[in-house]
C-alpha cells in the first residue's frame, strides 16, 4: 500500500470528517474498537496516551484514521497533536508490516528531546494497527539520525516503555563518562558522551548499555572494551553498590581485550555516578571464579588518556 498525501486528505475529507475530528482523544469507553492515540505534552517531557474509538474498519482506512488524529490536537489543552508541529507528512508506504513516513525538511528542526518524543508517539499509536509492525520516519526520503550521528531506522512499540498510568517515556540529557579499551587493549581511555534517554530507564543501564554499544567513533583511538553479544540480565544499585548481571559472553575477549580490562571498563565508567562506590559483576548471577574480586572499586592507574 503506497498513499500519497493529497489522496489522504481526500479520503478524510469524504470519510471521516466532522466526526473523527470530535472523536479523536474524546471517547472513554472500552471496546474492541478502541485504540490509544498518544501526544506531547507542551512542555515537551512527555506523552500521554488518551482513549480513541475507530470509526473505520479496514487497514487502510484505519491508518488513515489514526494519522488524522495524530494530526489533530486533543481536548486536553495541556497536550498537542505530534503532526502538528509545522512539519508536513509527504508520503506513506505500507508493505509487508513495515510502514514508512516521509516528512519534509521542517521535521528536522525539531528539539532533541521533542524529535524522540514524537517519534515515541507516532510509532505507538500506529503500531497497534495489524498491518503495522515497524515503523520508520524519513525526510525527504532520507534517513534522519541522533544526537550521536547514528542513523535512525525501523522502530517498533517496545523501544518506548509504558509508565505506570497512560505516560510513557518522560525523557532526560544525561552527560556521562565512559571508559574504553585502547588499541592494544592493555588500557582504558574515557570520552564524554551525551545521551537522551528515558526516565524509566536506571542511568546504570544507560552506562552499560552505552558500553556495549560501543565508542561513536567521534573520538579516535577508542575501541570496544566489551563483547558486544554479551546481553544484560539486570542491573541494579544498592547502598552504594552497583550489581551487574550479564550473560556468559561477557567472558569471551573481544579486541584483545583482556576480562580484567573489561570488567574496569564498567567499573570506572559506573564508578562516575555519584550513586555507585563499588561494582559487582555477576554472571548469570554468580561472580565467575577467575575475577580477581567479588567487588570492584574505580581503577584510574590502567587510565592512560582523558577525552573531552
Not at 508490516?97 to 510509532?123: C, F, S, W
Not at 520508520?136 to 517496545?158: C, E, F, H, R
Not at 567521534?218 to 550489581?243: E, F, H, R, W
Request: charged fraction near 20%; proline fraction near 4%.
Amino acid at each position: 500500500m503506497r498513499l500519497i498525501l493529497k489522496q489522504i486528505k481526500i479520503f478524510l475529507l469524504a470519510v471521516l470528517c466532522a466526526l473523527l475530528l470530535a472523536a479523536c482523544g474524546e471517547d472513554e469507553t472500552i471496546s474492541e474498537n478502541q485504540m490509544q492515540v498518544y501526544y506531547l505534552s507542551n512542555s515537551e517531557t512527555k506523552v500521554e496516551m488518551h482513549p480513541y474509538e475507530m470509526q473505520t474498519n479496514t487497514p487502510e482506512e484505519q491508518l488513515l484514521e489514526l494519522l488524522e488524529c495524530l494530526q489533530t490536537n486533543p481536548e486536553k489543552r495541556e497536550y498537542k497533536a505530534p503532526l502538528d508541529q509545522g512539519f508536513r507528512v509527504q508520503d506513506i508506504i505500507c508493505e509487508d508490516g513495515k510502514l514508512q513516513l516521509d516528512m519534509d525538511e521542517a521535521y528536522l528542526a525539531l528539539k532533541p528531546i521533542t524529535e524522540i518524543l514524537t517519534r515515541a508517539a507516532i510509532v505507538r499509536t500506529l503500531s497497534q494497527l495489524e498491518t503495522v509492525n515497524l515503523v520508520q520516519i524519513t525526510v525527504n526520503g532520507g534517513l534522519i539520525y541522533d544526537t550521536q550521528g547514528n542513523p535512525v531506522n525501523w522502530m517498533s512499540a517496545d523501544q518506548f516503555i509504558d509508565n505506570d498510568g497512560n505516560e510513557i517515556n518522560t525523557f532526560e540529557l544525561a552527560r556521562i563518562k565512559l571508559y574504553f579499551a585502547s588499541e592494544d587493549g592493555t588500557s582504558l581511555l574515557a570520552a564524554y558522551r551525551e545521551k537522551h534517554y528515558s526516565s524509566n530507564t536506571p542511568i546504570e543501564r544507560l552506562v552499560v548499555d552505552e558500553l556495549l554499544a560501543g565508542p561513536s567513533g567521534q573520538v579516535a583511538g577508542l575501541y570496544a572494551s566489551i563483547n558486544p553479544a554479551t546481553k544484560v540480565i539486570n542491573i541494579t544499585t544498592k547502598d552504594g553498590i552497583c550489581y551487574v548481571n550479564l550473560s556468559e559472553d561477557f567472558l569471551t575477549v573481544v579486541n584483545n581485550v583482556p576480562t580484567e580490562i573489561s570488567i574496569y571498563s564498567i567499573v570506572n565508567s559506573l564508578a562516575e555516578l555519584s550513586t555507585v562506590n563499588k561494582v559487582q559483576i555477576l554472571i548469570n548471577g554468580e561472580t565467575p571464579s577467575s575475577f580477581s574480586a567479588s567487588t570492584f572499586e574505580r581503577n584510574l592507574d590502567i587510565v592512560t588518556a582523558w577525552e573531552n
